[in-house]
């Protein structure tokens, strides 16, 4: 079993929509979580990333984690058709603070 | 540009030749990773350069894979002996010192996509 495990999608929105992404994990060392998003044929380019349990937004993002139960999620308000692309989940462990573990992405298209 | 920079974009190897790849990090970045991705998968790690010193090396870097960043800047991944099963998206990532990026916050490049035939 992964440590981290990503709803594969693909997931497909008409243009405006609320989208949620979600992830869990299994680690509970897990302290630091982020999100990435990855273009095709692109490296993935950091979106978010938080601490504590509870939300955090940016303009139209939203990052929730809850550690109680091991799952994060993203929320994406108003989607636009430049936001189709794939979404990785991604977290670390405050002892290495080295390495991330990513989640195999899900794969978003918002349709105009 | 300021961001991380990966040379070069795609290779296309035979198998059983060697390649390099290189990785030039963000300045002030003294924190320097390799992945790597295979399709519809995310990123597995590889290996994690402190300045010039390699800290942690996973599983997955086998004996014939091999880094180093030798003055603390850029840095080159080189695989010895190429298979099939090493084509992949190699990416580099790099992040501040951990006292200016607590939360592990990676920037990564744009990746080098490997093909061996």
């Known amino acids: 079993q992964k440590e981290v495990e990503q709803d594969p999608g693909p997931l497909s929105v008409p243009e405006g929509a609320i989208v949620s992404l979600n992830c869990t994990y299994s680690n509970s060392a897990f302290q630091y979580f982020m999100w990435y998003r990855q273009y095709s044929r692109k490296g993935p380019e950091l979106l978010m990333y938080?601490?504590?349990?509870g939300n955090k937004e940016d303009g139209r993002f939203t990052a929730q984690v809850d550690k109680s139960s091991k799952y994060i999620s993203l929320f994406i308000r108003d989607s636009q058709p430049s936001d189709s692309a794939t979404y990785l989940c991604a977290m670390s462990a405050p002892v290495s603070a080295r390495q991330l573990t990513f989640g195999s992405g899900t794969q978003l298209t918002v349709l105009p | 540009d300021t961001g991380v920079s990966q040379d070069p974009r795609h290779k296309i190897t035979k198998r059983g030749q060697n390649v390099t790849f290189r990785c030039d990090p963000i300045?002030?970045?003294?924190?320097l990773y390799w992945y790597r991705q295979t399709l519809g998968q995310g990123p597995e790690f590889l290996t994690y350069f402190q300045n010039e010193a390699q800290l942690e090396k996973s599983r997955l870097l086998s004996d014939r894979f091999s880094a180093e960043r030798p003055k603390g800047s850029f840095s080159t991944l080189e695989i010895q002996r190429t298979e099939q099963g090493d084509s992949a998206m190699y990416l580099c990532?790099?992040?501040?010192?951990?006292?200016?990026?607590?939360?592990?916050?990676?920037?990564f490049g744009p990746g080098t996509r490997l093909t061996v035939l």
């Open positions: 300045s002030e970045h003294n924190r």
């Open positions: 990532a790099s992040s501040l010192p951990i006292d200016r990026a607590p939360y592990n916050e990676q920037f």
């Open positions: 938080t601490y504590s349990s």
